[in-house]
């Protein structure tokens, strides 16, 4: 069959002597990386491999799988569990019923291979059981498509009919050992098959090699889409209904106006905006109230996206707190109709996807990778919706569907099932693997000024921490460059960078649209942006630097403040915003009054915007000492002059960081504690007072001078 939709991307001289690990490896990432085909985290795939024995070293056949939590894109070979296959064939003979069926996967760590402390998922027996040496299974939107039409059955017929493809039908049944056991027997009984169809779920094929495997999938996957897309195509804008509404010319507006709130009362989230044109078809459509509360069929995807999401039709105050009311309720009384004795607890009752006529699909996770993929996840629904609908009324329904769960052909579990996979046992197991979330994870935080000293300090430690950070500064070049550096250490997804002008209320507002836009909101900011200006030749400052100081050191700090104020204020949640300011603002000294007396306003001004801000908004300040190193405030010829101004030895052939290492170290024998005020220490006090340790503590300027008595409160 000819590929039409997919592309064989198996390269020889790629694979040239790999043993038959890595070529499953290969083969996992190969089709990974096409979200047609399976979405993150979604699916598994397996080899039996023969290899030796670590204790005997006699020939055995090993069962190499997926490992649980694993994403077949970017799974390395560690990322397999390796099980002896006779023993979890054995397991048949201790397995006692479809009741107690959970409690077998107790059983596969007793079937380890070498030790392999990889996990085995509750898909294990699926390939196990299958007598083919290599099996896919994947979550192909236009398979799953197939696995959710209520005629989903006889239009397997009609498959084969037009494409030549033989494929089993299983009814839906919770992945596990009794899946397992149907899956034996359904290709027992159904010789000469290309592949199963396992209702509202996915797809398995299979394969004697690795690259036959790989093959056979996208034979079939694009055979199916072939299919599919021809009824999709033909339905064309009647697809689910057809449209009832506008696209929103102001859209990309009204996201950024939205994320915030929602973000806010979902809690403890980052956010993702999506308006892709599938996905603004469907918002815009008939049939999107009913199609929304069906939910997701295939349990991969619920998961994430919970069992249905929210639509949201009035996007006032009132609307979006009467939305979440009602979801929350709804949300509620599915848990307590549902639940077993032994159920986990209530999770968080709030949408992870929300769909806005006009706009498009917001979605929520607890950093951006997961926001994302949760919007990706709910995108595969819309086109297993598209393609199950687009195949209604060519054939009659299968027999026993429940007529509620139906519509328009496409089918969704049924509630007891959905609750089954979204509270399972397994899986609150796996949450509970997690490991435990840092101190600043789930928190946006925006940092103004990307200095190689203090901003890098700073950011090291927000990211280090867990927060989602964008950095910003005047120059985007420099921002962007110390974006990629905390990218290459922390993730891609983790850090955006900005250029802002924080004395030009627009460019903050714009800035701070794209943090919005990034990440759904905002709960910290530092602002270490500031500039001295040295007096002329003549000791004076002239009347125009006067105010360049003044404008940016306490306007500009003024500014960023108050509009990142009104992000968190949309939230309505808690913020915590710093300031820099110097000990200059208590000293009194030569050489530097328009700087030292911009910074003195500053202490006011953090006095001031924390009583306006209260209660919150905490706005708090760090008062260091002169900081040399690293800083853009000390280049070669002000290090040179401050030298020559206190008769400092020096030659002109010394490094410019020598310079002010020289520099650095005289200001601290005039400290107390005879140390030099480094971008480290001033950092960690800045990261300190954005955290919640010190939640009870705003309009404060905290010293970090190492002990200046002239800087001693009086």
Request: charge should be negative; charged fraction near 25%.
């Amino acid at each position: 069959m000819h590929l039409r939709y997919l592309k064989d991307l198996w390269n020889d001289d790629e694979t040239r002597g790999m043993d038959e690990p890595e070529l499953l490896r290969y083969r996992s990432n190969l089709l990974g990386s096409d979200l047609r085909l399976t979405n993150f985290g979604g699916g598994n795939t397996s080899a039996k491999v023969t290899m030796a024995d670590p204790v005997t070293g006699e020939d055995v056949t090993v069962l190499w799988v997926k490992g649980s939590g694993g994403d077949l894109g970017t799974i390395k070979r560690d990322g397999f569990a390796t099980l002896y296959l006779d023993r979890l064939l054995a397991l048949k003979n201790r397995y006692k019923g479809v009741d107690e069926e959970d409690a077998m996967a107790d059983m596969y760590p007793l079937c380890t291979f070498n030790n392999n402390p990889r996990a085995a998922s509750i898909d294990t027996p699926l390939h196990g059981f299958l007598p083919y040496k290599h099996v896919d299974h994947l979550h192909p939107d236009w398979a799953i498509a197939l696995a959710a039409c209520a005629n989903g059955p006889e239009q397997l017929k009609r498959l084969e009919e037009e494409t030549g493809l033989k494929l089993a039908w299983l009814p839906w049944k919770r992945p596990g050992f009794e899946l397992g056991l149907w899956l034996q027997k359904a290709d027992a009984e159904n010789p000469g098959l290309d592949g199963i169809i396992l209702g509202s779920h996915g797809l398995f094929t299979w394969g004697n090699t690795s690259r036959e495997s790989y093959l056979n999938t996208l034979r079939v996957i694009d055979g199916i889409g072939q299919y599919v897309m021809k009824r999709v195509d033909a339905k064309g804008e009647a697809l689910f209904g057809g449209a009832v509404g506008d696209v929103r010319e102001d859209r990309e507006r009204l996201a950024v106006d939205l994320l915030p709130a929602l973000r806010g009362r979902i809690g403890g989230v980052i956010g993702h905006y999506d308006a892709r044109p599938e996905v603004l078809r469907f918002v815009n459509s008939a049939k999107l109230d009913a199609l929304a509360w069906q939910g997701t069929s295939c349990p991969d995807h619920f998961v994430r996206t919970k069992v249905r999401p929210m639509v949201l039709r009035d996007t006032s105050v009132a609307g979006i707190e009467a939305a979440f009311a009602k979801y929350r309720n709804e949300y509620r009384a599915y848990y307590e109709e549902n639940r077993l004795p032994d159920s986990p607890a209530l999770r968080n009752p709030n949408p992870t996807v929300v769909l806005v006529p006009g706009v498009g699909l917001f979605s929520f996770g607890k950093n951006k990778t997961e926001a994302r993929i949760t919007g990706e996840f709910y995108v595969n629904a819309i086109h297993v919706m598209e393609g199950a609908t687009a195949l209604a009324g060519e054939l009659p329904m299968q027999a026993g569907i429940q007529p509620e769960l139906v519509v328009d052909n496409y089918v969704a579990l049924p509630l007891r099932e959905a609750f089954n996979i979204e509270y399972w046992s397994l899986e609150e197991a796996k949450l509970q693997r997690m490991p435990p979330e840092k101190e600043m994870s789930r928190k946006v935080a925006v940092l103004v000024g990307a200095s190689p000293g203090i901003g890098h300090g700073v950011a090291e430690l927000l990211l280090k921490n867990g927060a989602h950070l964008v950095v910003t500064d005047v120059n985007a070049e420099l921002a962007e460059k110390t974006a990629e550096e905390m990218r290459a250490k922390y993730g891609r997804e983790v850090v955006a960078s900005q250029a802002v002008n924080i004395t030009d209320r627009e460019s903050v507002r714009r800035m701070l649209d794209g943090v919005v836009s990034e990440y759904g909101g905002l709960d910290v900011l530092v602002n270490i942006a500031a500039v001295f200006i040295a007096p002329g030749p003549d000791g004076k400052v002239a009347d125009e630097l006067w105010k360049r100081t003044y404008e940016i050191n306490v306007v500009g700090s003024a500014i960023i403040a108050e509009e990142a104020r009104a992000v968190v204020a949309k939230q309505g949640t808690k913020g915590s915003f710093v300031l820099v300011s110097s000990a200059n603002a208590v000293v009194s000294k030569k050489g530097s009054v328009a700087y030292d007396t911009s910074k003195a306003a500053v202490n006011h001004l953090v006095r001031e915007l924390a009583i306006e801000f209260s209660p919150d908004v905490r706005v708090n300040a760090i008062a260091p000492a002169t900081v040399v190193e690293g800083s853009q405030m000390f280049p070669r010829d002000r290090t040179i002059s401050s030298l020559q101004k206190y008769d400092i030895a020096f030659e002109e052939s010394e490094s410019t960081e020598d310079l002010r290492a020289k520099l650095a170290n005289f200001y601290a024998q005039r400290t107390l504690l005879k140390q030099p005020v480094s971008p480290a220490k001033v950092a960690e006090a800045i990261y300190l007072l954005a955290t919640d340790r010190f939640s009870l503590t705003t309009g404060h300027v905290v010293p970090v001078d190492a002990g200046l008595p002239e800087a001693f409160l009086r």
